[in-house]
């Protein structure tokens, strides 16, 4: 089956710009997180959803950064008025069970933002 | 998550094993050890974990002492295609991300 969907696979905009960042995690998986990762670095927790409620964003740096997955399903990472600090790979995973239990995390291929 | 702490970077020749270390030694009772591996411009990929006992599958073995301190991942005959970076992750129980931190580069090499 398919995996986790990113898109756009690459964004480049204008610093002060809006930008939304798509994730369609493998059908039937209930949890779905959102990683940020700088050049060199590892991946950075941003949120994390169970079903349609984000049940953990202490990794949102700001309130420039909104998500939401409204059906439970599909995920958009929101970024208001982007800086040049934002630039960095987002990736979104998913699993099926809460993180609570021992069960991988499926990541996608990322979406890589540039704020120019 | 409990802390670990891998060495920076590790050389294999390609087709022998590669035994990446990783040290967890304030990890709890109940809290899995997780492997994870990225390969470049890739997104993470889980490669194994395990709580107590050695495991093995059709990608790596895990080897975890004793007393769960230290952990070892096993990959029997490397490949080109194995170099990547490897991260070694002790997530505490009910949390609700992983915390990577800046794992292993692996380097292969013909």
């Known amino acids: 089956g398919a995996g986790v969907s990113q898109t756009p696979s690459n964004k480049v905009t204008e610093k002060g710009k809006y930008v939304e960042l798509r994730c369609d995690p493998i059908?039937?998986?209930?949890?779905l997180y959102w990683y940020r990762q700088s050049l060199g670095q590892g991946p950075e927790f941003l949120i994390y959803?169970?079903?349609?409620?984000?049940?953990?964003d202490s990794g949102l740096p700001n309130d420039r950064f909104f998500a939401v997955r409204p059906e439970g399903s599909v995920s958009t990472l929101k970024i208001q008025r982007t800086e040049r600090g934002d630039s960095a790979v987002y990736l979104c995973?998913?699993?099926?069970?809460?993180?609570?239990?021992?069960?991988?995390?499926?990541f996608g291929q990322g979406t890589r933002l540039t704020v120019v | 998550d409990a802390k670990t702490t891998q060495p920076p970077s590790m050389d294999c020749a390609e087709g022998r094993a590669a035994n990446l270390p990783c040290n967890h030694s304030?990890?709890?009772?109940?809290?899995?050890v997780y492997w994870y591996r990225q390969i470049h411009s890739q997104g993470p990929q889980y490669i194994i974990h395990g709580l107590k006992n050695n495991e093995t599958n059709e990608m790596a073995s895990l080897i975890i002492t004793e007393d769960r301190k230290s952990s070892t991942l096993i990959l029997p005959h490397a490949t080109l295609r194995d170099t990547a970076v490897y991260y070694c992750?002790?997530?505490?129980?009910?949390?609700?991300?992983?915390?990577f931190g800046t794992g292993t580069r692996l380097t292969v090499i013909p």
């Open positions: 992750i002790a997530p505490r129980t009910g949390a609700n991300n992983l915390f």
């Open positions: 059908s039937g998986h209930t949890a």
């Open positions: 959803f169970q079903g349609t409620g984000a049940a953990d």
């Open positions: 995973a998913s699993s099926p069970l809460p993180r609570g239990g021992s069960t991988e995390a499926f």
């Open positions: 304030t990890i709890s009772g109940n809290e899995y």
